[in-house]
């Protein structure tokens, strides 16, 4: 079956500008997962879904950064007037079941921020 | 906050010889996960090890876990060229998030 699918997979932002990274789970997915990964580092927790709810958003870096999931199902990740410091790949994960179970793992949105 | 530490973080080898990846951890976790990336893909779930003493192994690579000593080892036996690759261990506790490893960045020289 369909895997995660993330788009788009390369954005290259100005700085200043608003970017919107979109995420579809694996149909039947309860949890959803964003992660940001800097270069040669491993991924590091941003925010969690359990269907729409947003129960854990405590990775995210500042408020600059915004998740939804309103129907349960695809999610976007908002950066708001980004920064080069934001330039990262950003990977979305599923999971069948609550959090803690294993997640399965978009390609990832390479943003630059130039 | 749970605390995830994999060495080496870089690790050359020549094709046929045997090492070792391993991943300390800082408290208590249910479970542990090994990944493997490749250049500029995405992650690929290699092994979930669910409890003390749990061994599992898939073609060239197998993982261990001693939850006693909060350690987990992939070992790589007889490497070949198609094993390159960064791979990662994650853990995660009663919480939701997973706890990432710095990886280990494998290269397999023929």
Request: charged share 20%; proline share 4%.
């Amino acid at each position: 079956g369909a895997g995660v699918s993330q788009s788009p997979r390369y954005k290259v932002a100005k700085r200043g500008q608003d970017v919107a990274l979109r995420c579809d789970p694996i149909s039947g997915h309860v949890s959803l997962f964003w992660y940001q990964q800097a270069l040669g580092q491993g991924p590091e927790f941003l925010t969690y879904f359990q269907n729409e709810a947003q129960l854990d958003k405590s990775g995210l870096p500042s408020d600059r950064f915004f998740a939804e999931r309103p129907e349960g199902s695809v999610s976007t990740l908002k950066i708001q007037r980004t920064q080069q410091e934001d330039s990262a790949v950003y990977l979305c994960a599923s999971s069948l079941r609550q959090a803690g179970y294993e997640q399965y793992f978009g390609p990832g949105t390479r943003l630059t921020v130039t | 906050e749970l605390k995830v530490e994999q060495n080496p973080l870089f690790l050359s080898m020549q094709e046929g010889k045997n090492y070792t990846i391993y991943c300390n951890y800082s408290t208590t976790s249910d479970r542990l996960y090994w990944y493997r990336q490749d250049p500029g893909k995405s992650l690929e779930s290699l092994f979930v090890l669910l409890s003390n003493g749990a061994v599992k192994q898939e073609g060239r690579l197998m993982a261990s876990l001693d939850t006693k000593a909060r350690l987990s080892t992939l070992h790589i036996t007889a490497a070949v060229h198609d094993l390159s690759a960064t791979y990662f261990c994650a853990l995660t506790n009663t919480g939701n998030q997973f706890y990432f490893g710095t990886g280990t960045s494998l290269t397999v020289i023929p």
